[in-house]
């Protein structure tokens, strides 16, 4: 019989409620085959007294930080706790009850929860991310966390932060895939309906001017793109289909966007790459040339950088079965 994978989700005061109710609605869907759940989740404030929600009402937990001692996987939901979201101080409280974790346990924070792992020292040295909109409050706070507001969630293996509110789910269902695999995690997806994957980054929803999507705007040439992203591509051609100087064509892709042209290219190659080693059985140096990346080394390289794992190993975690 499947033993469940412990999980607690800790609520501090004032919580964000969207995040709050992802990690129980995600993993307590999960089940294996037989239908037996696969996660545990428990809902638990540092006590059980009732906890503020920014929305304007309030929970109560059914556990208090007792579960946390015993808990494989904790994760800090989105909060405007005062001392990490202020002057980069945890209350001792909340200290206290981060000692009882074990050490083996997996972190995890969805949206402003960065801040609570940022003032407890997990973060120091490592990738992570938060809302693009407390970015800089952020870096003010704990300028020894490697931050990229750019991406949907960062996973640096043991401790693991995700972007604002809906990012979250994305979190949590990549977490699912490593766990268990694409089936189950795209099982969980449908129920919810929701994507299994979303492309992109959350730079493409920081609050920024948006043109139009008339003759001038890049669209229709990210689609051209797309379709030939076995063919060779340059900047210089990207701007010649879009019928636009090389500066005009860089600057309104970026302000469409939020990234250069090239970034963009190479992130869709990546991401090109990875549909192939979940869906085909083609060789590493094969998937690499049908996504324009050239070679396997290449692609070796661009995953690494950009995911921390190889071509292989992603392919033995993510294909579905």
């Not at 309104?252 to 250069?260: C, D, L, N, P, V």
């Amino acid at each position: 019989m499947t033993v469940p994978h412990r999980v607690a989700v800790l609520v501090l005061d004032e919580v964000i409620g969207y995040d709050l109710v992802i990690p129980p609605t995600i993993f307590g869907e999960a089940t294996d085959d037989d239908g037996n759940a696969l996660y545990d989740v428990r809902v638990c404030g540092l006590d059980t007294s009732p906890v503020r929600v920014i929305a304007g009402y309030t929970i109560v937990p059914d556990f208090g930080a007792e579960v946390l001692a015993e808990s494989d996987t904790v994760i800090v939901p989105g909060t405007r706790l005062p001392g990490p979201r202020s002057d980069g101080t945890l209350p001792a409280r909340v200290a206290e009850a981060f000692a009882t974790i074990p050490a083996p346990a997996r972190m995890m924070s969805i949206c402003t929860g960065a801040f609570v792992l940022g003032a407890a020292g997990m973060l120091d040295g490592r990738p992570a991310t938060t809302h693009w909109a407390h970015a800089d409050k952020f870096r003010e706070l704990y300028p020894k966390v490697l931050l990229d507001e750019d991406v949907l969630f960062v996973d640096d293996g043991d401790v693991l932060t995700s972007a604002g509110l809906g990012a979250g789910v994305d979190l949590c269902l990549h977490v699912l895939r490593a766990d268990h695999g694409s089936e189950v995690a795209n099982r969980v997806a449908r129920h919810c309906v929701v994507p299994p994957w979303r492309e992109g980054g959350q730079s493409q929803f920081i609050d920024r001017h948006v043109p139009d999507g008339g003759t001038d705007s890049t669209a229709p040439t990210r689609a051209w793109a797309l379709r030939r992203l076995d063919e060779p591509l340059d900047l210089a051609g990207l701007a010649e289909h879009a019928r636009m100087s090389v500066r005009t064509f860089s600057r309104k892709f970026r302000a469409e966007t939020g990234q250069s042209p090239g970034s963009w290219l190479v992130q869709q190659r990546v991401r090109h790459a990875m549909h192939l080693l979940e869906s085909t059985d083609l060789s590493v140096d094969a998937v690499a040339d049908r996504a324009g990346l050239g070679t396997g080394a290449s692609l070796r390289q661009h995953m690494r950088a950009a995911h921390g794992v190889s071509p292989l190993a992603y392919r033995k975690t993510f294909r579905a079965s």
